[in-house]
């Protein structure tokens, strides 16, 4: 099945600061890329998420890169603010025979300090 | 639209016992996933149903069971709970199979 790998483990950053947050996977057919963030005792909310058709994608201070060749991914946060702080994970969709399955990165802590 | 949502929102059980959770997708959406979180293990995929079929499952024993009704609303059952079943289950709807999942409020189960 489908690995991803998800570093760093925790991340503290000054705000203003940008924080990068990198994501590897084994399966080269995975084709869609999330990234959710989860802040404390609330649900994973998606902030946003690549297609394997496309390299880069931005969204005001959010940005996601892919690297199809290399198997890897990246989340990018400039200007951070307090209520960045949360735990972040990326993940990989894989379609097996036995259908889709989301595999999740083990998570980033974030925390931004004023 | 209404967002998904999780019944009951936390449950103590003892060891041995069974627990039955719900989830309701967001309006028009089919397919309904379900995940454990735990600190130690992050987010793990327990299986995925789609039009009332179960289409993929994770790597849990067959004490991990669940269901889809014909309104695309879904139970997981666990029977048998054990300590490390202590967990916050969460469930997650797409529109169908591969597309963006939107998460519920999860149920947080602490097993004595």
């Known amino acids: 099945g489908e690995n991803v790998e998800q570093h760093p483990s925790t991340l503290s950053v000054q705000e203003g600061d940008s924080a990068v947050i990198k994501c590897t996977y084994s399966?080269?057919?995975?084709?869609?890329f999330p990234w959710y963030k989860q802040e404390l005792g609330k649900r994973p909310q998606l902030i946003i998420d690549?297609?394997?058709?496309?390299g880069e994608k931005k969204d005001q201070r959010i940005a996601v890169t892919l690297n199809k060749t290399a198997k890897h991914f990246s989340l990018h946060i400039t200007e951070t603010q307090p209520e960045d702080s949360a735990v972040y994970f990326c993940a990989a969709i894989s379609n097996s025979n036995s259908g889709y399955a989301l595999n999740f990165g083990k998570g980033t802590s974030l925390l931004v300090t004023p | 639209k209404a967002g998904v949502t999780q019944t009951p929102r936390y449950l103590i059980k003892t060891r041995g016992q069974q627990v039955t959770l719900s989830c309701s997708p967001i309006?028009?959406?089919?397919?309904v996933s379900w995940y454990q979180q735990t600190p130690g293990q992050g987010l793990q995929f327990l299986f995925e149903?789609?039009?009332?079929?179960?289409?993929n499952k994770g790597n849990f024993p067959g004490r991990f069971s669940g269901r889809q009704f014909s309104n695309s609303r879904s139970e997981m059952n666990v029977s048998t709970l054990e300590l490390g079943d202590s967990a916050l289950y969460l469930c997650?709807?797409?529109?169908?199979?591969?597309?963006?999942?939107?998460f519920g409020p999860g149920t947080r189960l602490l097993v004595l």
């Open positions: 399966d080269s057919a995975s084709n869609y």
């Open positions: 309006s028009g959406h089919r397919s």
């Open positions: 690549i297609r394997s058709n496309v």
């Open positions: 997650a709807s797409s529109p169908g199979l591969g597309e963006t999942q939107y």
């Open positions: 149903y789609f039009s009332e079929t179960q289409r």
